[in-house]
């Protein structure tokens, strides 16, 4: 894959957009650069949260709707952590 060259994001800066994100107030180009972040640190093995792996799998699946997506992988997160 080509390297993608941002300016350097951080993990403050990264976990507010992933919340907005969340809540579905994310704009779009913000999420654009979120993913292409997301695969920057995946590709350089600096990806340490669930959440931030969760968030990365969503955008890797164009059958299903981001939001959805995510909802399915959060509940399945929480269920195999504490069977609820």
């Known amino acids: 894959m080509a390297q993608i060259n941002l300016p350097q994001i951080t993990q403050e800066r990264l976990d507010v957009w992933m919340y907005k994100l969340l809540l579905g107030i994310l704009p779009l180009e913000k999420t654009g650069l979120l993913k292409k ?5 995946n590709e350089g ?3 340490f949260s669930a959440l ?3 968030m990365l799998a969503t955008f890797t699946v164009e059958q299903v709707p981001t ?3 995510l909802t399915i992988l959060l509940d399945d997160w929480e269920k195999r ?3 609820d």
Do not use: A, F, S, V
């Open 37 to 41: 972040e997301l695969q920057r640190r």
């Open 67 to 69: 939001k959805e997506y």
């Open 45 to 47: 093995d600096q990806i």
């Open 52 to 54: 931030e792996r969760k």
């Open 81 to 83: 952590n504490w069977g």
